[in-house]
């Protein structure tokens, strides 16, 4: 396709890179600009946002790289804190960068805006090149414009969404690169290496790691060609897991626990990326014979881990019955998506069974065994995305990734279909409809202009409204003013705000292994005054603060009306308990705690 002797199509297939990085500019200055109101206060909204902030704060204030504990929560031993420091690097990056030149707190609000338009981009690229194989060399812009339309992928990319879900969907749109890669050792090679990454990050997509070396390994078994592929998997797979572990566990990862790249999960990986090589060895010509030895390698690998570590077997969080059934449980993003909203949900499931339906096609009409194979392999590990849904929501943005190849293939079979008919009106209206279709857009007009959802009620209007007030630059910005540093007990929600805004420090926040600062919290709300009392002084807190209305605050009124915050929200306050005077408006109460000589 020529416009004034500019050919168009040789653009989209030679000069691909480029242009997705023009596009990735341009999302990246449009959000930027549309976003700058909260980057400029620095509304980190989330609160493994703000602990993340605090993470890098105390790596640039001289903080051992080795020692993520947050010594601003629960005093003085701090808070563990079970991520890695991998993350944190792009940020304090950013921020060292711009320092000299706008100073410290302007230096991290630009690296709270930026940072998360890095992984950004590197997924845009890894998808695109997937699409090239699977499609056509032209087809990427589709996998661009798909992606961009996956809201609950694109919500893990926005300024200020600095944790670390945004690099992991990057590290698994390069693992669906290196699936779709024709050049196999460079695919295993991108595959082992994408995995090894997202777990030295988190277990949160661990599953996802898992299926993509079971893919793997499933096209050895169908394919002995492909032990090229098996085999670089396995060697980056077990190096790359060492490497990150050696290079980011924190000192408490070195610990036998379940719930990060411990020596638990490394001495699984390098077993694993082990086994996967001898296999890639012995290359058996027989295809039973190669299921067979692989079925015995799986065996090996879950009947080790299931004798040598018996305590992860069950949530690989570890905690308490108790802290499960009053913290845990509750965690909306936990739960099945058939347990959420049909606003919530529809959107977020049309996508998954659309990439399912287009890869399904697109394997029937592969015209290569390779390409037959490779949407294969691609429909597999979207179809596991969708079951997925079916156990916890939060994997919401990683099935809507994966589900862009597929609905890539259908836009691109069936959208030109339409363009070349006669009538315009079929041309124009048909391709837009088809796309909006393949595309899973329609999923927001049906929920936007069908009744099938009731509008948030006058209660969760309230609680929504004090949530955004009590964490409001403004409302932090006040406790600063009014009292000097501090500390002050609140809710375990409201704590990685405070100490990322004030001065002050607080008790707890939603962090498991931190089961007894959770507790003690929840204990003290919703126990008798004089116990809260008793929980305050082993912390040396010096103020209540609490934010009535606030979601978790229902929480405590609904599991002891009568408790000690019940009490306070019916406007029965303890004589040991002093107000402290705040401004008009202010959505807190204030009190100094007063204790008992000893």
Same mark, same amino acid.
């Given at each position: 396709?020529?416009?004034?002797?500019?050919?168009?199509?040789?653009?989209?297939?030679?000069?691909?890179?480029?242009?997705?990085?023009?596009?990735?500019?341009?999302?990246?200055?449009?959000?930027?600009?549309?976003?700058?109101?909260?980057?400029? @206060?620095?509304?980190?909204?989330?609160?493994?946002?703000?602990?993340?902030?605090?993470?890098?704060?105390?790596?640039?204030?001289?903080?051992?790289?080795?020692?993520?504990?947050?010594?601003?929560?629960?005093?003085?031993?701090?808070?563990?804190?079970?991520?890695?420091?991998?993350?944190?690097?792009?940020?304090?990056? &950013?921020?060292?960068?711009?320092?000299?030149?706008?100073?410290?707190?302007?230096?991290?609000?630009?690296?709270?805006?930026?940072?998360? &338009?890095?992984?950004? +981009?590197?997924?845009?690229?890894?998808?695109?090149?997937?699409?090239?194989?699977?499609?056509?060399?032209?087809?990427?812009?589709?996998?661009?414009?798909?992606?961009?339309?996956?809201?609950?992928?694109?919500?893990?990319?926005?300024?200020?969404?600095?944790?670390?879900?945004?690099?992991?969907?990057?590290?698994?749109?390069?693992?669906?690169?290196?699936?779709?890669?024709?050049?196999?050792?460079?695919?295993?090679?991108?595959?082992?290496?994408?995995?090894?990454?997202?777990?030295?990050?988190?277990?949160?997509?661990?599953?996802?790691?898992?299926?993509?070396?079971?893919?793997?390994?499933?096209?050895?078994?169908?394919?002995?060609?492909? !032990?090229?592929?098996?085999?670089?998997?396995?060697?980056?797979?077990?190096?790359?897991?060492?490497?990150?572990?050696?290079?980011?566990?924190?000192?408490?990862?070195? +610990?036998?626990?379940?719930?990060?790249?411990?020596?638990?999960?490394?001495?699984?990986?390098? @077993?694993?990326?082990?086994?996967?090589?001898?296999?890639?060895?012995?290359?058996?010509?027989?295809?039973?014979?190669?299921?067979?030895?692989?079925?015995?390698?799986?065996?090996?690998?879950?009947?080790?881990?299931?004798?040598?570590?018996?305590?992860?077997?069950?949530?690989?969080?570890?905690?308490?019955?108790?802290?499960? %059934?009053?913290?845990?449980?509750? *965690?909306?993003?936990?739960?099945?998506?058939?347990?959420?909203?049909?606003?919530?949900?529809?959107?977020?499931?049309?996508?998954?069974?659309?990439?399912?339906?287009? @890869?399904?096609?697109?394997?029937?009409?592969?015209?290569?065994?390779?390409?037959?194979?490779?949407?294969?392999?691609?429909?597999?590990?979207?179809?596991?995305?969708?079951?997925?849904?079916?156990?916890?929501?939060?994997?919401?943005?990683?099935?809507?990734?994966?589900?862009?190849?597929?609905?890539?293939? &259908?836009?691109?079979?069936?959208?030109?279909?339409?363009?070349?008919?006669?009538?315009?009106? *079929?041309?124009?209206?048909?391709?837009?409809?088809?796309?909006?279709?393949?595309?899973?857009?329609?999923?927001?007009?049906?929920?936007?202009?069908?009744?099938?959802?009731?509008?948030?009620?006058?209660?969760?209007?309230?609680?929504?409204? +004090?949530?955004?007030?009590?964490?409001?630059?403004?409302?932090?910005? !006040?406790?600063?003013?009014?009292?000097?540093?501090?500390?002050?007990?609140?809710?375990?929600?409201?704590?990685?705000?405070?100490?990322?805004?004030?001065?002050? %420090?607080?008790?707890?926040?939603?962090?498991?292994?931190?089961?007894?600062?959770?507790?003690?919290?929840?204990?003290?709300?919703?126990?008798?005054?004089?116990?809260?009392?008793?929980?305050?002084?082993?912390?040396?807190?010096?103020? &209540?603060?609490?934010?009535?209305?606030?979601?978790?605050?229902?929480?405590?009124?609904?599991?002891?009306?009568?408790?000690?915050?019940?009490?306070?929200?019916?406007?029965?306050?303890?004589?040991?308990?002093?107000?402290?005077?705040?401004?008009?408006?202010?959505?807190?109460?204030?009190?100094?705690?007063?204790?008992?000589?000893?």
């Amino acid at each position: 396709m020529r416009f004034a002797g500019f050919d168009l199509e040789r653009e989209l297939r030679t000069r691909w890179v480029r242009w997705t990085l023009l596009i990735w500019a341009a999302i990246a200055l449009w959000y930027l600009w549309y976003r700058w109101a909260p980057i400029n @206060a620095l509304s980190l909204s989330d609160t493994d946002d703000n602990m993340r902030m605090m993470q890098v704060r105390g790596l640039l204030a001289g903080q051992d790289w080795y020692d993520l504990r947050q010594y601003r929560l629960s005093p003085p031993q701090g808070l563990d804190i079970h991520w890695s420091r991998l993350v944190d690097l792009p940020i304090a990056g &950013l921020i060292l960068l711009f320092q000299p030149f706008v100073g410290t707190a302007m230096a991290e609000r630009l690296a709270a805006g930026i940072a998360p &338009l890095f992984p950004l +981009a590197v997924t845009m690229l890894a998808m695109g090149a997937a699409v090239r194989r699977l499609i056509a060399p032209a087809a990427w812009p589709l996998a661009i414009l798909i992606l961009l339309g996956c809201t609950a992928t694109m919500a893990q990319y926005v300024p200020l969404r600095i944790d670390h879900h945004g690099w992991q969907l990057a590290f698994l749109a390069l693992a669906v690169m290196g699936i779709a890669d024709p050049q196999r050792t460079r695919g295993g090679l991108t595959v082992g290496l994408a995995s090894a990454g997202s777990l030295t990050i988190g277990l949160e997509l661990l599953p996802f790691c898992a299926m993509a070396g079971a893919i793997v390994t499933l096209r050895w078994i169908w394919d002995r060609d492909e !032990m090229p592929r098996m085999r670089a998997y396995g060697l980056t797979l077990a190096g790359g897991s060492s490497a990150g572990f050696v290079l980011f566990a924190s000192n408490a990862n070195y +610990a036998m626990r379940c719930d990060a790249l411990t020596p638990v999960w490394l001495s699984v990986m390098v @077993a694993a990326g082990a086994l996967v090589v001898v296999l890639s060895l012995l290359n058996p010509a027989s295809r039973l014979v190669r299921l067979g030895i692989a079925a015995a390698a799986g065996g090996i690998v879950v009947g080790g881990f299931a004798g040598l570590f018996p305590q992860c077997l069950q949530r690989p969080e570890g905690v308490s019955d108790e802290l499960a %059934k009053t913290w845990l449980n509750n *965690v909306r993003e936990a739960r099945p998506i058939y347990k959420h909203s049909f606003g919530m949900a529809f959107p977020m499931a049309v996508l998954p069974v659309i990439g399912i339906v287009g @890869a399904g096609f697109a394997a029937w009409r592969a015209k290569t065994a390779d390409q037959l194979v490779a949407w294969v392999a691609i429909g597999l590990f979207t179809a596991f995305a969708g079951a997925m849904l079916l156990w916890q929501v939060r994997v919401g943005p990683a099935a809507q990734l994966l589900a862009v190849p597929g609905a890539a293939w &259908l836009a691109w079979t069936i959208v030109p279909w339409f363009l070349r008919q006669r009538w315009m009106a *079929v041309r124009v209206l048909g391709s837009v409809a088809a796309f909006l279709l393949v595309s899973g857009l329609f999923a927001g007009f049906v929920v936007k202009y069908l009744p099938v959802s009731d509008p948030p009620s006058k209660y969760r209007s309230t609680v929504n409204r +004090a949530n955004n007030r009590c964490a409001s630059s403004a409302a932090m910005r !006040m406790l600063d003013r009014t009292l000097p540093p501090s500390t002050l007990f609140t809710h375990v929600d409201l704590g990685p705000r405070l100490i990322v805004m004030t001065r002050h %420090k607080g008790i707890a926040g939603p962090y498991h292994r931190n089961e007894r600062a959770i507790l003690d919290v929840h204990h003290a709300f919703t126990g008798e005054p004089e116990a809260f009392r008793g929980i305050a002084r082993r912390y040396g807190a010096q103020y &209540l603060l609490v934010c009535p209305n606030m979601a978790e605050t229902t929480v405590y009124r609904a599991r002891k009306k009568d408790g000690f915050y019940g009490q306070l929200a019916k406007g029965t306050v303890p004589d040991w308990l002093e107000p402290v005077p705040l401004p008009k408006g202010a959505p807190y109460r204030l009190w100094r705690i007063r204790y008992d000589p000893r």
